[in-house]
């Protein structure tokens, strides 16, 4: 079956960046497209970006672009967020989510169980 | 970026009822809308995707229906699994968006 396990929450500063894992198991890696969301503490679901494990294809949302970046790893079959220059309005719960359609937009049929980021000095 | 409103935002209901959940766009997204549930602690889950397919495992209970700019999520005979919180998604226009949410709680 098809598996999303992300890396472990992370307690950063402001201005330090993170890099958050997502570990793909139970369908082939490199066909689907990789998304990541976040939620803040009590609030909605943000899109944030999307990776595209075969090439490297990245395509991020307006708010986030130049501090955050997306990899993938074939031989592991993991992607990778990292954010940088992090503010304490960046805590919040940020999960993975696989696309189902090639592509910016998709809606998302599995999800990781989410990484706790939390900032604060 | 293409707004969803969410109506309502809190909705108290009981085991056995029929509840209506509300998704407005601001500008038509054809059917390239999907529904998910989440439950305290546990990321989102896929009921519904294209406005009106089912994701596989979903009960039978949801159903769907609208396009364009107005869409509703029903769960006929409410369980108690279902108390949790639903959004909506648009997918028709980078970016993609989500709803705020519509909580549905015990009455």
């Known amino acids: 079956q098809v598996q999303l396990v992300q890396s472990g929450a992370e307690v950063k500063k402001p201005g330090a960046s993170v890099k958050i894992s997502c570990a793909a198991s139970?369908?082939?890696?490199?066909?689907?497209?990789m998304h990541w969301v976040r939620q803040a503490p009590g609030q909605g679901l943000e899109w944030m970006g999307v990776?595209?494990?075969?090439?490297?294809?990245?395509d991020f949302a307006q708010e986030f672009k130049g501090r955050l970046a997306m990899t993938g790893d074939t031989s592991t079959q993991t992607v990778y967020m990292d954010l940088r220059s992090l503010r304490s309005d960046d805590t919040a719960i940020y999960y993975c989510?696989?696309?189902?359609?090639?592509?910016?937009?998709?809606?998302?049929?599995?999800w990781g169980q989410g990484t706790l980021v939390t900032v604060s000095s | 970026d293409i707004q969803l409103t969410q109506s309502p935002s809190i909705l108290s209901a009981s085991v056995g009822d029929r509840v209506t959940i509300t998704c407005r766009a601001s500008?038509?997204?054809?059917?390239?809308l999907a529904w998910y549930q989440q439950k305290p602690g546990k990321p989102p889950k896929l009921l519904i995707y294209?406005?009106?397919i089912s994701e596989t495992g979903a009960p039978s209970r949801f159903s769907v229906s609208g396009s364009g700019t107005e869409f509703f999520l029903t769960i006929s005979n409410l369980q108690p699994e279902d108390f949790a919180i639903y959004y909506c998604q648009q997918y028709e226009t980078f970016p993609g968006t989500f709803g705020r949410g519509t909580k549905v709680e015990v009455k």
């Open positions: 989510a696989r696309g189902a359609y090639d592509g910016s937009l998709s809606h998302f049929d599995h």
């Open positions: 990776v595209n494990p075969n090439g490297g294809d990245t």
């Open positions: 500008q038509s997204v054809t059917n390239w």
């Open positions: 294209k406005a009106s």
């Open positions: 139970g369908y082939t890696f490199v066909s689907y497209y």
